[in-house]
């Protein structure tokens, strides 16, 4: 389950767009324990789906998403690792290709009907439906491309202090779909005003981790 913390806190960063982001670039920092990054993310709208494009540490990813349907493309480039992925949804399949790890790859990933968010981004809107309380979709672990079914709960309002300040939040829960559920979990908390992501805490390593933006 280490491996699928880490993918999350990653994939939910980009929640840090807003729930009704307009087009444009966000910068900020996101302070991950003792470590912190710079993060950039650009949003573009088209008449029927958004671009949803970040970079971290040479690190870049760039997602289509259709509101109501999910990530529909995603294409990561990592030159760290030696990653250089391209991945288009037909129906229940998600099709990767490039280099995993310096590697050629080319495989079929099978899925259900459950939308599939590799990049949450203003793709959060979805999972904070008022008519769901909870909602279930996939993603791809860019490690292994392994598919993991995960669950967002909606998990009430919370007075929290922020950066010194009390302010009402919005909280998040994300947990493994099905029996794993009660096993691992990690909680985040927005902003009402426009749903960006304050802070979230993950359990890892045996321990837990603070993840607080700066913007």
């Not at 009402?192 to 890892?204: C, G, K, M, N, V």
């Amino acid at each position: 389950m280490t491996r699928l913390a880490y993918f999350v806190i990653a994939a939910v960063a980009l929640c840090g767009v807003p729930l009704c982001a307009e087009e444009g670039v966000l910068h900020y920092m996101q302070a991950h324990g003792a470590a912190s990054a710079a993060m950039q993310v650009e949003v573009s709208r088209g008449p029927d789906a958004m671009t949803v494009k970040s970079e971290a540490g040479g690190r870049s990813e760039e997602a289509v998403w259709v509101p109501g349907r999910g990530t529909t493309s995603w294409r990561l480039t990592d030159p760290t690792s030696g990653s250089d992925l391209h991945a288009e949804r037909t129906g229940d399949k998600i099709r990767v290709t490039g280099r995993l790890k310096g590697r050629e790859v080319s495989r079929e990933l099978r899925v259900d009907a459950a939308p599939w968010y590799q990049i949450f981004g203003p793709g959060i809107a979805d999972l904070l439906s008022p008519d769901a309380a909870r909602m279930e979709f996939w993603v791809v672990n860019p490690d292994d491309l392994a598919t993991h079914k995960m669950m967002a709960r909606q998990a009430g309002m919370e007075r929290r202090e922020v950066a010194g300040v009390q302010m009402d939040t919005f909280k998040i829960h994300f947990s493994p779909a099905g029996a794993l559920a009660p096993f691992w979990g990690a909680d985040f908390w927005y902003r009402p005003s426009d749903s960006a992501w304050l802070f979230s805490r993950l359990p890892e390593n045996g321990g837990v981790t603070t993840t607080t933006i700066i913007w």
